[in-house]
């Protein structure tokens, strides 16, 4: 059974960076893409970040990340990252490890929280 578990969250200053990890485990066998998402209070989940595990691990951003926000995996680890720099107060979320495979299971990390505030 696979299981995502995401670390690096915290408490950061507008401008600045964080790295947040995400460990899997179980299986993987059959993974399609993975994935960075996050949820603000009283918002929907969106997704922040995807990477393919075909294609050539292909990426894709939401716009409001893009150019500063970098979505990257190690595959020899079973780590996914999400580098986050230049970080704006509306960045402020839990953010969650997701992983989408062919068979159709979606599975979720418990989520790590991020607070961009001066």
């Known amino acids: 059974q696979a299981q995502l578990v995401e670390s690096g969250g915290g408490l950061v200053q507008p401008g600045g960076s964080l790295r947040l990890s995400c460990a899997a485990s179980g299986s993987f066998r059959n993974i399609y893409r993975m994935g960075w998402y996050r949820q603000a209070p009283g918002k929907q989940r969106e997704l922040v970040a995807m990477?393919?595990?075909?294609?050539?691990?292909?990426?894709n951003y939401a716009d409001s990340v893009k150019g500063r926000f970098t979505i990257s995996r190690d595959n020899a680890k079973s780590m996914l990252y999400l580098q986050m720099n230049s970080l704006k107060p509306e960045d402020t979320a839990v953010y969650y490890c997701n992983a989408d495979f062919a068979d159709g299971l979606v599975v979720w990390g418990q989520g790590t929280q991020v607070t961009v505030s001066s």
């Open positions: 990477i393919t595990f075909t294609s050539g691990g292909r990426t």
